[in-house]
């Protein structure tokens, strides 16, 4: 089974840019269909971007198109998510999830959908 390790948090100024990476190890990633979650302090996970097994497909919550994007390099087992324009209400802990997938191109948008979770990447905006 996958590992997943979350890196690139931080503290950064609303209106910067960051990007997370999510790299996994135990096994090759392109068997995985992945997501990007967020959880802010007294609030529910909640869906932020997904991508599918060879990054031919994305999804994004609306909360979040147009300022970040989704992608994966299978050969480095690294899934990224690029956030730009950063908004006080983005700070939160990330978390990346992986679910074994059996479609190339299907993307999952739900927590349950995913069975393996990393330990998560704390996200902090300044005003």
């Known amino acids: 089974q996958v590992q997943l390790v979350e890196s690139g948090g931080g503290l950064v100024q609303a209106g910067g840019s960051l990007r997370l990476s999510c790299t996994a190890s135990?096994?090759?990633?392109?068997?995985?269909?992945m997501g990007w979650f967020r959880q802010a302090p007294g609030k529910e996970r909640e869906f932020v971007a997904a991508t599918s097994r060879s990054g031919g497909m994305t999804f994004y919550a609306d909360s979040v198109l147009a300022r970040f994007t989704i992608s994966r390099d299978n050969r480095k087992n690294t899934v990224y998510l690029e956030i730009d324009n950063l908004k006080p209400d983005d700070a939160a802990v990330y978390y990346c999830?992986?679910?074994?997938?059996?479609?190339?191109?299907?993307?999952?948008?739900?927590?349950?959908?995913?069975?393996?979770w990393g330990q998560g990447t704390q996200v902090t905006v300044s005003s």
């Open positions: 135990g096994r090759t990633l392109s068997r995985y269909a």
């Open positions: 999830a992986a679910r074994d997938s059996d479609y190339v191109g299907t993307y999952y948008s739900r927590t349950y959908d995913y069975n393996i």
